[in-house]
């Protein structure tokens, strides 16, 4: 079992920039994929950005591929997503979430079996 707990989100406009802290406790997040989630309102929970265990690959949703950047510090048991160019559309709680199996399971929101209880970003225009 892994608890994890997100920080870093606030409001910021639009061109700004934001970094998003995931704290995991529990056990060690050394040999689980790692990934950010979001969900804007009235829209349902989408795939954001993921990345293996030991860092080798991330993969990012096309909506923010160049603009947001995922890594994570096993020693340190902790995730970040740095959020550059940050647009209006971006605007949603964004979830940490882990999974022992592959890091393709993060990419189907149904099937994620650890979550953060979410960080509110908004981006003002």
């Known amino acids: 079992q892994v608890q994890l707990i997100e920080s870093g989100g606030g409001l910021v406009q639009t061109g700004g920039s934001l970094r998003l802290s995931c704290a995991a406790s529990?056990?060690?997040?050394?040999?689980?994929?790692m990934g950010w989630i979001r969900q804007a309102p009235g829209k349902e929970r989408e795939f954001v950005a993921a990345?293996?265990?030991?860092?080798?690959?991330?993969y990012y949703a096309d909506s923010v591929k160049g603009r947001f950047a995922i890594s994570r510090d096993n020693a340190k048991n902790t995730m970040s997503l740095q959020m550059n160019n940050l647009k209006p559309e971006d605007t949603a709680v964004y979830y940490c979430?882990?999974?022992?199996?592959?890091?393709?399971?993060?990419?189907?929101?149904?099937?994620?079996?650890?979550w953060g209880q979410g960080t509110q970003v908004t981006v003002s225009s």
């Open positions: 529990g056990r060690t997040i050394s040999g689980i994929a």
């Open positions: 979430a882990a999974t022992a199996g592959a890091s393709t399971t993060l990419r189907d929101v149904r099937n994620i079996p650890y």
């Open positions: 990345i293996t265990s030991s860092s080798l690959y991330k």
